[in-house]
């Protein structure tokens, strides 16, 4: 089967700007639709949305400017699913935030790289891709979730996943947990885990987009809740829930969804924390074992060596003994020999015993891991 050729459209009032990048991007084995601003941009979409995989989009341009036709695009069903990247100079939080408001997913700051630009568009289409799977499957199990409920109130799900939660096992049991919840209060969510292994980021909803993971990590440092528009992140050190659909528009629902989901992060947290010290334990025993296990080694070489050394010495002695018969030394000379012998002898005594010393400092740490292993 002959793989499919993506096309893209790029919307750019720059007309060197946009010569560059369509060569690039032809280069790159992609199909270039242009234009030179919102408005035709938008009419190209609406003649035949099936036939753009994605769209680049400049933001400050005449008759009409980015956010504009973003929003417009991702407002109608039959387009909103095209990934759109802004490409601009304006690169502060509260401009990443305007395209994210109006649903761009991801954000390259001018001057780009045209390897950046092939990454980035490499990744939307494979998410898009990722997107639709997820989706038939979100659309198949929908209705087994549903019969799953076991609790009707807010109240009666927040305690069924603080229960839940006892059992979970790692990171991606809490998300989904977490999403069954969610999903029931008709929430869409992206969490976000930060952790000593990395970043991890779930969504109750396909995947999380690159912009939508920068305008997550940008928000930490703006409190516990941080309101915009019809979106709450809700920041805790080790995570941050994204929710995109709060019901700004009836103010007493809103207010019992931010309790339910603050007891819902509260929940949260205490799992994560347990789960992050189990896995440092976990790491802990292992290393003290692999330490204990060298020093059995050194131990093992140690007496080896001690066997051997004697063995050489007493055997050079014996040789010697017998050597001396045949060699017609004279007694003073065989009293020399002797001698010289003798005192590499306890000269390989003495440098035993400083080994034996070390020896016992390392009894020593091993008995102390052996314990800390048993307090375990």
């Known amino acids: 089967m ?34 030179e601003n919102g408005e035709m941009a938008l009419n190209r979409v609406n003649e035949s949305p099936e036939s753009i995989d994605i769209i680049l989009s400049d933001i400050v341009m005449p008759v009409m400017e980015g956010y504009a036709f973003c929003q417009t695009v991702k407002s109608n069903p039959e387009s909103s699913a095209i990934p759109l990247i802004f490409i601009s100079s304006l690169i502060s939080l509260e401009e990443k935030m305007k395209g994210y408001e109006v649903g761009a997913d991801d954000y390259i700051s001018k001057p780009i790289s045209p390897e950046e630009l092939g990454l980035k568009i490499k ?75 990395g970043v991890f980021n779930f969504s109750s ?9 920068s305008v997550i990590e940008l928000s930490q440092s703006k409190g516990r809740f941080f309101d915009f528009n019809a979106r709450t992140i809700i920041n805790y050190k080790e995570f941050s829930l994204l929710v995109k659909n709060m019901p ?22 205490a799992r994560i924390n347990f789960l ?28 080896e060596m001690q066997q051997a050394n004697t063995a050489v010495i007493n055997s050079m002695i014996d040789d010697l003994d017998e050597a001396m018969l045949d060699l017609g030394l004279t007694p003073s000379q065989e009293d020399l020999v002797r001698t010289i012998v003798v005192e590499g002898r306890e000269r390989s005594k003495r440098t035993l015993k400083c080994a034996e010393v070390i020896y016992d400092k390392f009894e020593t740490v091993k008995a102390q891991l052996d314990n800390a292993l048993d307090k375990k």
């Open 276 to 303: 992050m010290y189990k896995n440092a334990s976990v790491q802990k025993e292992q290393i003290i074992n692999a330490v204990i296990g060298m020093m059995e080694e050194v131990d093992k070489q140690f007496g």
């Open 205 to 213: 909803r396909g995947v999380v987009s690159p912009l939508e993971e």
């Open 2 to 35: 002959e793989e499919k050729t993506h096309r893209v459209l790029v919307v750019e009032d720059d007309a060197d700007l946009l010569a560059m990048y369509s060569l690039h991007l032809v280069s790159l084995g992609y199909d270039v639709l242009s234009a």
């Open 123 to 197: 990744k939307l289409l494979e998410l898009r891709a990722e997107n639709r799977d997820l989706q038939q499957q979100l659309s198949e199990s929908n209705s087994v979730a549903m019969q799953a409920m076991t609790y009707s109130s807010d109240l009666g799900q927040v305690l069924e996943f603080y229960k839940n939660t006892l059992d979970a096992a790692n990171f991606e049991e809490i998300a989904r947990l977490l999403f069954d919840v969610t999903n029931n209060y008709g929430l869409k969510c992206s969490l976000q885990l930060r952790t000593c292994d």
């Open 248 to 269: 700004v528009d009836d103010e007493e629902r809103y207010g019992i969804l931010k309790d339910s989901l603050g007891n819902l992060c509260n929940a949260i947290e």
